[in-house]
Nanobody, 119 residues
Framework: QVQLVESGGGLVQAGGSLRLSCAAS????????MGWYRQAPGKQRELVAT???????IYADSVKGRFTISRDNAKNTMYLQMNSLKLEDTAVYYC?????????????WGRGTLVTVSS
């Protein structure tokens, strides 16, 4: 079992920055890939970025060059540094963790943190 808790969301002006954190607990050793997803009002949940246990990252085209995903395994924490925020970045951001196939290949989700970008 893995528990994920997001923090760092809030209200920020367009062009500003915000850093989200995701603290993982439980069966930490089972975690393989992690990622950030977001869901805007009236929209489907979408991938923002992923990071493997080895630090390999993938970004959605919409955030590439503006967002940076990182992972501190010693602290069991994943981060999303968001710069040059746009109005369309407004969404609930969710932390995701996927366990290694040897542990069942399960997906775990945090409850989300709201990011609101204002003009």
């Amino acid at each position: 079992q893995v528990q994920l808790v997001e923090s760092g969301g809030g209200l920020v002006q367009a062009g500003g920055s915000l850093r989200l954190s995701c603290a993982a607990s439980g069966s930490i050793v089972s975690i393989n890939d992690m990622g950030w997803y977001r869901q805007a009002p009236g929209k489907q949940r979408e991938l923002v970025a992923t990071v493997t246990s080895d630090g390999i990252t993938i970004y959605a085209d919409s955030v590439k060059g503006r967002f940076t995903i990182s992972r501190d395994n010693a602290k069991n924490t994943m981060y999303l540094q968001m710069n040059s925020l746009k109005l369309e970045d407004t969404a609930v951001y969710y932390c995701n963790a996927q366990t290694h196939p040897r542990w069942g290949g399960m997906d775990y989700w945090g409850r989300g943190t709201l990011v609101t970008v204002s003009s």
